[in-house]
């Protein structure tokens, strides 16, 4: 545009040359190359990260050594324990050394990742079934349903998870084993995950293709299954996998306290109770179910970070 | 405001009846001698047998028994130890220590985990921030006795910066290690939640219109961004109170803290089921207590739901 | 003659993104004058707003200003350090956000966000005389009890209200330049009209120089001496605004000229078939003139069609229609009062109003999606409130819905097949090969290829969303079609596209119509008849060119007196 320098300006019509902007179509539709939606293209986004890789190989690994801890040691982790070798130094074959009844320390450190993945695992389980019924039902159907379900969370809500679980296994000392365990931590610990779907529902339900779906008459059972819940799960597999690394420390935790499970089960909980009064003399006894557990809870946690990251769009745009 | 406070108070009297008879069913409503099973392999003389039935009315139809219960924690009255000790008597003198202990904690996450996330947020991508992220991680990984023993090991036996254990009378000096290490898990939630809340402020319209205003940057990020920002952060204090409690019990089990959290570790480990009954339900209380009081703060922060 | 207050020369604003550098703007000049005005007008993603924001530096996340330079009194704003801004921000140029939900901080009262504002600019300092000029300015920016609600919060201020506030804030240090960003699309009509009214004469009274941001040509043309029509980034037409309508010279130009529908005047009548205009659109992309939706088209045969309608049984009669809400703590509230009308088949009816005037309450009924409190609606001969459950589902096939949102009218995890195909599933029609020959139908339908139907809805644009929800609409050949505002999301030429598309279905299908919206000048162009609601009354109703034409309600006057651009005169 020229300069207006004259004492009145004038306002000059200008037209853009068409090859400059070529016009398009109106709304053309540009949908080449693979089909997206959520998942897909979270999957895309947990392909290109590390930490994604990183944190599943871990987890794979223990699950491995979970399932099969005979391949990765020959020593039994509680049979053969030698006195003489208590809190002895690492020796050929024992690569960590000896606890203080003198068993192979590397070999209880196998044959305790079963315990704490399986805890992790029941618990999880538990966990999402009963908040994602409590959530979805209180979220879904609100009014007297919604008061009664958020009420009932609100008072499990209300006693922290480890503490209730410290009172039932104080009470179950006889009962004492993983499934028992499972059933005293997951069964506190689901409100949280209930309250996450339970506003990510009441978010998705008045969406208007949930009005479309009741308009062509689905019913209201099957919208909440086939439409709301579907949209609104994410955080909860964010949770989920998070929840596994909380469950996993809570059952090192109630271990620690002495009201976890019985030392006739392998669990790095109690292994660490154990050498906790010869932290001064023999640090390295404490310091390797502590590192096991420690890099086990943080391959979950890292997983969940990831998964996070890819499923929630604000959590992306955050990186 | 009044009417958002009575609220809140009305809507706690069915969770507090509800956790109470809870914590109070999952005792004495389990299958077998509910006293058999809470001394597990160490019965008591018969004598303190009968004292107990009569303190928990075990005679009575349990309904009856859950009032008797809740009528002893309305009169402020929570039984005895198992040594015979007033539980109130307990609690006068470790309540103290462990209030010092979890203020210290709450002061070391709040300023540490908001200044932190606060840097992080606005220098989003930047090495700080990456470091950042990255130690938070490993610091939410980390079981709070694995935690704690570690701490202990380096920092009071092997470097002897702080003392190892708490003395008597729980000098603030003793507890500053026991609070670092209950405040760490905290401080690194806070630290991701308060930089996702300040990325997430940052882009919202109102803060573009204050810059659009003649604001300094120096004026916007406090005053706009950080206070807008600390609500999330705030709601977060009320559930991160349970995890305290827990945090507490065992720090205090291992740094040999004379606080509420060590009597219940110790009852826990010997295995005094009353005493254990009595400090939960008191932990529960006071949980409950706090989490009113934060959505109390809460409502003075966002004065939508003050005026709602 | 000194130099221009404000020229933009050759600006570049870029983004980074992950896949590299993305231009947003692209060589944008204008120069503004002292003491005028001027608008910048383009569709969403046209650059528009992002030029405003690269002229005060606040551009969004990565974005930043590649190239050219922004003059203001000849310093360049492109080089001027934080600190250089932040002295013009406010004091030298002042700015009106767009959305006045969002751009209050909602913790914060009123009075303070005005105070800081004022004193970031040294208006004035001491307590008192910051407090004094807060009321002062926002007394002139019409909100008249300002003494009383300083300490208010945002959220107890309706969004007129708010939108006063934040031109009282953008105007408070009485800046040279004053850029409004779409002031007031999120409003009412009425309010609109009312507050650019305001903002208008205010500036005036200041001197200020305004330059506006607005998707609405009718507006710009109205408010501004000058236009720039943008267009991916860059400028394709720019003169005195008068002269762009009546003589717009760029085929873009003319495409937004003749969609607007605020500036249309007649009906749009369905011509030939849909896949024959449709094809001409996507195969001819470069003759502009060709693909012009014309919305001016003139009325023909469409009194012939109506006049054979009215011996036929109407579609949907509504009878008496209430609907009250029980509030807890300050009793009922009325949202539909007596409201009463017929559709007659194969027509449409609007039912105009501003927000919470009704009208989509009467929808909700209309779909028993909501039970109403009191009368009668009768579909295809049933009476609602009278059907049982059984009987409602197979009355659900005869009426369906397309809403608002396109974003989230659609299942976003749903593949577009499944999507279409729901209601064919739900009332278990076809085999499963029948039902995917029907969604191709469909889709062929809605001018969309068929390859869709294995892509999910965040591939597609607005339109296209919308699209697919009037496939999905159409899927059990349904006799009445009710349009809950379903094109108010759109850019206006895609609005006119789906118009089209709307009127050419009806004329294929006989559909019928109810077309539930907010903006009178839409109406004009898709509507027989029309209802206006008022605070849950229907105020007026009429015949589509008599509502135009011969208002008779007072309320209708001021809604058609709102409608901008709509006193301006097209040279075509």
Same mark, same amino acid.
């Given at each position: 545009?020229?300069?207006?320098?004259?004492?009145?300006?004038?306002?000059?019509?200008?037209?853009?040359?068409?090859?400059?902007?070529?016009?398009?179509?109106?709304?053309?539709?540009?949908?080449?190359?693979?089909?997206?939606?959520?998942?897909?293209?979270?999957?895309?986004?947990?392909?290109?990260?590390?930490?994604?890789?990183?944190?599943?190989?871990?987890?794979?690994?223990?699950?491995?050594?979970?399932?099969?801890?005979?391949?990765?040691?020959?020593?039994?982790?509680?049979?053969?324990?030698?006195?003489?070798?208590?809190?002895?130094?690492?020796?050929?074959?024992?690569?960590?050394?000896?606890?203080?009844?003198?068993?192979?320390?590397?070999?209880?450190?196998?044959?305790?990742?079963?315990?704490?993945?399986?805890?992790?695992?029941?618990?999880?389980?538990?966990?999402?079934?009963?908040?994602?019924?409590?959530?979805?039902?209180?979220?879904?159907?609100?009014?007297?349903?919604?008061?009664?379900?958020?009420?009932?969370?609100?008072?499990?809500?209300?006693?922290?998870?480890?503490?209730?679980?410290?009172?039932?296994?104080?009470?179950?000392?006889?009962?004492?084993?993983?499934?028992?365990?499972?059933?005293?931590?997951?069964?506190?610990?689901?409100?949280?995950?209930?309250?996450?779907?339970?506003?990510?529902?009441?978010?998705?339900?008045?969406?208007?293709?949930?009005?479309?779906?009741?308009?062509?008459?689905?019913?209201?059972?099957?919208?909440?299954?086939?439409?709301?819940?579907?949209?609104?799960?994410?955080?909860?597999?964010?949770?989920?996998?998070?929840?596994?690394?909380?469950?996993?420390?809570?059952?090192?935790?109630?271990?620690?306290?002495?009201?976890?499970?019985?030392?006739?089960?392998?669990?790095?909980?109690?292994?660490?109770?154990?050498?906790?009064?010869?932290?001064?003399?023999?640090?390295?006894?404490?310091?390797?179910?502590?590192?096991?557990?420690?890099?086990?809870?943080?391959?979950?946690?890292?997983?969940?970070?990831?998964?996070?990251?890819?499923?929630?769009?604000?959590?992306?745009?955050?990186? | 405001?009044?009417?958002?406070?009575?609220?809140?108070?009305?809507?706690?009297?069915?969770?507090?009846?509800?956790?109470?008879?809870?914590?109070?069913?999952?005792?004495?409503?389990?299958?077998?001698?509910?006293?058999?099973?809470?001394?597990?392999?160490?019965?008591?003389?018969?004598?303190?047998?009968?004292?107990?039935?009569?303190?928990?009315?075990?005679?009575?139809?349990?309904?009856?028994?859950?009032?008797?219960?809740?009528?002893?924690?309305?009169?402020?009255?929570?039984?005895?130890?198992?040594?015979?000790?007033?539980?109130?008597?307990?609690?006068?003198?470790?309540?103290?220590?462990?209030?010092?202990?979890?203020?210290?904690?709450?002061?070391?996450?709040?300023?540490?985990?908001?200044?932190?996330?606060?840097?992080?947020?606005?220098?989003?991508?930047?090495?700080?921030?990456?470091?950042?992220?990255?130690?938070?991680?490993?610091?939410?990984?980390?079981?709070?006795?694995?935690?704690?023993?570690?701490?202990?090991?380096?920092?009071?036996?092997?470097?002897?910066?702080?003392?190892?254990?708490?003395?008597?009378?729980?000098?603030?000096?003793?507890?500053?290690?026991?609070?670092?290490?209950?405040?760490?898990?905290?401080?690194?939630?806070?630290?991701?939640?308060?930089?996702?809340?300040?990325?997430?402020?940052?882009?919202?319209?109102?803060?573009?219109?204050?810059?659009?205003?003649?604001?300094?940057?120096?004026?916007?990020?406090?005053?706009?961004?950080?206070?807008?920002?600390?609500?999330?952060?705030?709601?977060?204090?009320?559930?991160?109170?349970?995890?305290?409690?827990?945090?507490?019990?065992?720090?205090?089990?291992?740094?040999?803290?004379?606080?509420?959290?060590?009597?219940?570790?110790?009852?826990?480990?010997?295995?005094?089921?009353?005493?254990?009954?009595?400090?939960?339900?008191?932990?529960?209380?006071?949980?409950?207590?706090?989490?009113?009081?934060?959505?109390?703060?809460?409502?003075?922060?966002?004065?939508?739901?003050?005026?709602? | 003659?000194?130099?221009?207050?404000?020229?933009?020369?050759?600006?570049?604003?870029?983004?980074?993104?992950?896949?590299?550098?993305?231009?947003?703007?692209?060589? =944008?000049?204008?120069?503004?004058?002292?003491?005028?005005?001027?608008?910048?007008?383009?569709?969403?993603?046209?650059?528009?707003?992002?030029?405003?924001?690269?002229?005060?530096?606040?551009?969004? #996340?990565?974005?930043?200003?590649?190239?050219?330079?922004?003059?203001?009194? #000849?310093?360049?704003?492109?080089?001027?350090?934080?600190?250089?801004?932040?002295?013009?921000?406010?004091?030298?140029?002042?700015?009106?956000?767009?959305?006045?939900?969002?751009?209050?901080?909602?913790?914060?009262?009123?009075?303070?966000?005005?105070?800081?504002?004022?004193?970031?600019?040294?208006?004035?300092?001491?307590?008192?005389?910051?407090?004094?000029?807060?009321?002062?300015?926002?007394?002139?920016?019409?909100?008249?009890?300002?003494?009383?609600?300083?300490?208010?919060?945002?959220?107890?201020?309706?969004? #007129?209200?708010?939108?006063? =506030?934040?031109?009282?804030?953008?105007?408070?240090?009485?800046?040279?330049?004053?850029?409004?960003?779409?002031?007031?699309?999120?409003?009412?009509?009425?309010?609109?009209?009312?507050?650019?009214?305001?903002?208008?004469?205010?500036?005036?009274?200041?001197?200020?120089?305004?330059?506006?941001?607005?998707?609405?040509? #009718?507006?710009?043309?109205?408010?501004?001496?000058?236009?720039?029509?943008?267009?991916?980034?860059?400028?394709?037409?720019?003169?005195?605004?008068?002269?762009?309508?009546?003589?717009?010279?760029?085929?873009?130009?003319?495409?937004?000229?003749?969609?607007?529908?605020?500036?249309?005047?007649?009906?749009?009548?369905?011509?030939?078939?849909?896949?024959?205009?449709?094809?001409?659109?996507?195969?001819?992309?470069?003759?502009?003139?060709?693909?012009?939706?014309?919305?001016?088209?003139?009325?023909?045969?469409?009194?012939?069609?109506?006049?054979?309608?009215?011996?036929?049984?109407?579609?949907?009669?509504?009878?008496?229609?209430?609907?009250?809400?029980?509030?807890?703590?300050?009793?009922?509230?009325?949202?539909?009062?007596?409201?009463?009308?017929?559709?007659?088949?194969?027509?449409?009816?609007?039912?105009?109003?501003?927000?919470?005037?009704?009208?989509?309450?009467?929808?909700?009924?209309?779909?028993?999606?909501?039970?109403?409190?009191?009368?009668?609606?009768?579909?295809?001969?049933?009476?609602?409130?009278?059907?049982?459950?059984?009987?409602?589902? %197979?009355?659900?096939?005869?009426?369906?819905?397309?809403?608002?949102?396109?974003? %989230?009218?659609?299942?976003?995890?749903?593949?577009?097949?499944?999507?279409?195909?729901?209601?064919?599933?739900?009332?278990?029609?076809?085999?499963?090969?029948?039902?995917?020959?029907?969604?191709?139908?469909?889709?062929?339908?809605?001018?969309?290829?068929?390859?869709?139907?294995?892509?999910?809805?965040?591939?597609?644009?607005?339109?296209?969303?919308?699209?697919?929800?009037?496939?999905?609409?159409?899927?059990?050949?349904?006799?009445?079609?009710?349009?809950?505002?379903?094109?108010?999301?759109?850019?206006?030429?895609?609005?006119?596209?789906?118009?089209?598309?709307?009127?050419?279905?009806?004329?294929?299908?006989?559909?019928?119509?109810?077309?539930?919206?907010?903006?009178?000048?839409?109406?004009? =162009?898709?509507?027989?008849?029309?209802?206006?609601?008022?605070?849950?009354?229907?105020?007026?109703?009429?015949?589509?060119?008599?509502?135009?034409?011969?208002?008779?309600?007072?309320?209708?006057?001021?809604?058609?007196?709102?409608?901008?651009?709509?006193?301006?005169?097209?040279?075509?």
């Amino acid at each position: 545009m020229p300069d207006t320098s004259s004492s009145k300006p004038r306002i000059e019509h200008y037209v853009a040359p068409l090859e400059e902007t070529p016009l398009e179509a109106i709304d053309s539709v540009k949908a080449e190359g693979k089909p997206s939606n959520l998942w897909i293209d979270a999957w895309h986004d947990l392909r290109r990260r590390p930490m994604f890789w990183i944190s599943s190989a871990l987890i794979l690994l223990i699950v491995f050594v979970a399932l099969f801890p005979g391949l990765f040691t020959n020593e039994s982790p509680s049979e053969g324990c030698l006195l003489a070798n208590s809190n002895g130094a690492p020796a050929p074959g024992h690569p960590l050394g000896f606890t203080r009844q003198g068993c192979d320390v590397f070999a209880r450190i196998v044959y305790g990742a079963s315990t704490s993945l399986s805890v992790g695992i029941i618990v999880t389980i538990l966990v999402f079934t009963l908040g994602v019924l409590f959530g979805a039902f209180a979220g879904y159907y609100g009014g007297w349903v919604d008061g009664v379900l958020s009420r009932l969370g609100d008072i499990f809500f209300s006693i922290p998870y480890i503490l209730a679980a410290v009172v039932i296994m104080s009470v179950l000392a006889n009962y004492r084993n993983v499934w028992v365990i499972s059933l005293a931590i997951g069964i506190f610990a689901w409100p949280a995950t209930a309250r996450v779907l339970r506003s990510e529902i009441l978010r998705v339900k008045n969406s208007d293709f949930v009005t479309a779906a009741t308009a062509i008459g689905v019913s209201r059972f099957k919208i909440m299954w086939a439409h709301v819940v579907p949209n609104s799960i994410a955080p909860v597999i964010v949770i989920a996998t998070i929840s596994l690394a909380g469950a996993i420390v809570a059952e090192a935790s109630l271990s620690f306290l002495g009201v976890g499970l019985p030392s006739s089960i392998m669990s790095w909980g109690n292994d660490i109770a154990q050498a906790q009064t010869t932290l001064r003399t023999a640090p390295q006894v404490l310091i390797y179910p502590s590192i096991a557990l420690s890099l086990t809870v943080f391959s979950f946690i890292m997983l969940g970070e990831v998964i996070r990251d890819a499923l929630d769009p604000k959590a992306r745009a955050q990186r | 405001m009044l009417w958002y406070t009575g609220k809140r108070l009305l809507q706690i009297i069915p969770v507090l009846l509800g956790a109470t008879f809870l914590i109070y069913f999952m005792v004495f409503a389990m299958p077998g001698d509910p006293i058999a099973a809470l001394y597990g392999d160490r019965p008591p003389a018969p004598g303190v047998i009968d004292q107990i039935r009569e303190q928990y009315h075990l005679n009575d139809p349990f309904i009856v028994q859950y009032f008797y219960y809740l009528l002893g924690i309305f009169q402020g009255d929570f039984g005895v130890t198992y040594s015979g000790q007033p539980v109130n008597e307990v609690l006068a003198r470790t309540f103290p220590v462990t209030i010092r202990l979890a203020l210290l904690a709450i002061f070391f996450e709040m300023v540490a985990g908001i200044t932190v996330g606060l840097i992080s947020g606005l220098r989003k991508g930047g090495i700080f921030d990456a470091t950042g992220l990255a130690v938070s991680l490993v610091l939410i990984s980390l079981p709070i006795f694995v935690l704690g023993f570690v701490a202990q090991y380096f920092m009071g036996i092997q470097w002897g910066w702080f003392s190892p254990t708490v003395g008597t009378g729980a000098p603030l000096e003793d507890l500053i290690l026991p609070a670092i290490v209950l405040a760490t898990i905290s401080f690194a939630q806070i630290v991701r939640l308060t930089r996702s809340s300040v990325i997430e402020t940052s882009s919202l319209d109102f803060v573009r219109t204050a810059y659009s205003k003649g604001l300094t940057r120096r004026r916007v990020v406090p005053v706009h961004i950080l206070r807008n920002s600390l609500i999330p952060v705030v709601t977060y204090l009320g559930t991160d109170f349970g995890t305290l409690l827990v945090g507490a019990t065992i720090t205090e089990g291992i740094f040999n803290v004379p606080g509420v959290g060590r009597t219940l570790y110790q009852a826990v480990i010997r295995g005094e089921g009353p005493t254990v009954v009595s400090f939960v339900t008191i932990m529960v209380l006071l949980y409950l207590v706090v989490n009113l009081l934060i959505d109390l703060l809460y409502a003075v922060l966002d004065p939508r739901i003050r005026y709602a | 003659m000194s130099t221009p207050l404000l020229q933009v020369k050759d600006l570049e604003v870029a983004f980074r993104t992950q896949t590299g550098l993305v231009q947003a703007v692209r060589g =944008v000049s204008f120069t503004l004058e002292r003491g005028s005005s001027l608008a910048i007008v383009g569709e969403s993603g046209s650059g528009k707003s992002t030029t405003a924001h690269a002229i005060i530096n606040l551009l969004p #996340g990565t974005g930043h200003i590649s190239g050219g330079q922004v003059l203001l009194d #000849g310093e360049d704003l492109a080089k001027a350090s934080q600190k250089e801004m932040e002295e013009i921000r406010g004091r030298k140029i002042g700015f009106v956000p767009q959305d006045p939900m969002s751009n209050l901080n909602p913790v914060w009262s009123i009075g303070f966000q005005v105070e800081e504002a004022i004193r970031a600019n040294g208006i004035a300092s001491g307590r008192k005389e910051v407090k004094q000029r807060a009321i002062q300015v926002l007394k002139e920016a019409g909100l008249h009890d300002a003494d009383r609600r300083l300490k208010q919060f945002p959220h107890q201020f309706s969004g #007129g209200m708010r939108q006063r =506030v934040l031109i009282g804030m953008g105007l408070a240090a009485n800046p040279q330049l004053l850029i409004a960003d779409e002031p007031t699309s999120a409003l009412d009509v009425t309010v609109q009209r009312v507050i650019l009214d305001h903002l208008e004469s205010l500036t005036r009274e200041l001197g200020t120089t305004l330059l506006f941001i607005t998707h609405d040509l #009718g507006l710009a043309a109205e408010r501004a001496e000058q236009l720039l029509v943008m267009y991916k980034g860059q400028v394709v037409e720019s003169g005195p605004s008068a002269q762009i309508l009546q003589n717009p010279q760029h085929p873009y130009t003319q495409r937004l000229v003749a969609a607007a529908p605020s500036l249309a005047s007649r009906r749009i009548q369905a011509t030939g078939s849909i896949s024959a205009a449709e094809s001409a659109i996507a195969t001819d992309a470069s003759s502009a003139a060709g693909e012009a939706i014309d919305l001016i088209a003139t009325a023909e045969a469409r009194a012939e069609a109506l006049e054979a309608a009215a011996s036929q049984p109407p579609a949907i009669v509504v009878e008496n229609l209430t609907k009250v809400f029980k509030i807890r703590g300050s009793g009922d509230f009325t949202a539909v009062d007596d409201v009463s009308f017929q559709i007659a088949k194969g027509t449409t009816t609007a039912l105009v109003g501003e927000s919470g005037s009704g009208k989509s309450t009467v929808a909700k009924m209309l779909l028993k999606l909501e039970d109403a409190t009191s009368g009668k609606i009768v579909v295809g001969g049933h009476d609602l409130a009278s059907v049982s459950g059984r009987e409602m589902f %197979g009355l659900r096939s005869r009426m369906q819905p397309v809403f608002q949102d396109p974003y %989230g009218s659609l299942n976003p995890l749903r593949n577009i097949g499944n999507t279409i195909a729901e209601p064919l599933t739900t009332h278990k029609i076809g085999t499963a090969a029948s039902r995917r020959e029907r969604v191709f139908e469909l889709l062929d339908q809605v001018s969309l290829p068929r390859t869709l139907v294995s892509r999910y809805p965040n591939e597609l644009s607005g339109g296209q969303r919308q699209r697919i929800a009037i496939a999905r609409a159409l899927a059990l050949k349904p006799e009445i079609v009710i349009l809950d505002e379903a094109v108010s999301a759109l850019d206006v030429l895609v609005q006119a596209q789906i118009l089209r598309l709307l009127a050419e279905l009806q004329a294929e299908l006989n559909l019928t119509y109810l077309f539930i919206t907010h903006d009178l000048a839409v109406v004009r =162009v898709i509507a027989d008849n029309v209802c206006v609601m008022q605070k849950g009354r229907i105020v007026e109703a009429a015949t589509t060119d008599e509502v135009f034409d011969n208002p008779k309600e007072q309320y209708t006057r001021d809604l058609l007196a709102a409608i901008p651009g709509a006193n301006i005169k097209l040279g075509a």
